[in-house]
């Protein structure tokens, strides 16, 4: 079964940071861009990166450029995102989503894990 | 940056037509896809390439994309079809999703 398993969410004090981790299985992961999409409480889907194949092409959305990091392992089967400097407005359930490119958009996503940034 | 925009809401009785629009500049000249998300899960891809229907959708959902506005339309709307749905593109190598629309089967 194609699957992806997000890990790594919880409660973290503004300032602070979190590492998300994305487990996948049931496809040759490495024949795949990924991405995070994330959603605050209650509001729509955001975009926050995505990192091609062999990691050679890295994007993020201005909202979270130079706080985040996007990685991942294909040896592994993972991928990965490093949240620093959290602000509240970073509280979102976070998505990791694979890219298909007969689609030009996300067939699969997981189902996603809770960061709640709060003092 | 790209903007989408989508209506926060639309409203159909069971049995009708829906139609969501998403509006972008040159949206024609874009492919969209469309999302929905029901309480409490994770999206999933109902109308991708502006047209095509993955396996598994039924065939009420279609789309079309033509000048500044993508359309999803779920014909012989059915109460199971009520959830958000969210347009999706690309626009210079990052990905810019519309606001959603909460589609309600009255």
């Known amino acids: 079964e194609v699957q992806l398993v997000e890990s790594g969410g919880g409660l973290v004090k503004p300032g602070g940071s979190l590492r998300l981790s994305c487990a996948a299985s049931g496809f040759t992961f490495s024949d795949h861009s990924m991405n995070w999409v994330r959603q605050p409480p209650g509001k729509g889907l955001e975009w926050v990166s995505s990192?091609?194949?062999?990691?050679?092409?890295?994007y993020y959305a201005d909202s979270v450029k130079g706080r985040f990091t996007i990685s991942r392992d294909n040896a592994k089967n993972s991928l990965y995102l490093h949240l620093n400097s959290l602000t509240p407005e970073d509280t979102a359930i976070y998505y990791c989503?694979?890219?298909?490119?007969?689609?030009?958009?996300?067939?699969?996503w997981g189902q996603g894990t809770m960061v709640s940034v709060s003092s | 940056s790209y903007e989408l925009t989508q209506p926060p809401s639309v409203s159909v009785s069971p049995g009708q037509t829906a139609i969501i629009t998403c509006s972008g500049d040159?949206?024609?000249?874009?492919?969209a896809c469309w999302y929905q998300q029901k309480p409490g899960q994770s999206p999933v891809v109902v109308i991708y390439?502006?047209?095509k229907r993955p396996s598994g959708i039924p065939e009420r959902f279609s789309g079309s994309n033509s000048g500044n506005t993508a359309t999803l339309t779920i014909s012989g709307t059915q109460a199971m079809d009520e959830a958000d749905y969210y347009c999706?593109?690309?626009?210079?190598?990052?990905?810019?999703f519309g606001g959603g629309t909460k589609l309600t089967v009255l």
């Open positions: 989503a694979r890219y298909y490119g007969d689609y030009d958009g996300f067939d699969i």
């Open positions: 040159k949206m024609g000249g874009k492919y």
């Open positions: 999706q593109v690309w626009d210079s190598s990052t990905v810019v």
């Open positions: 990192i091609s194949s062999y990691s050679r092409y890295i």
């Open positions: 390439q502006d047209t």
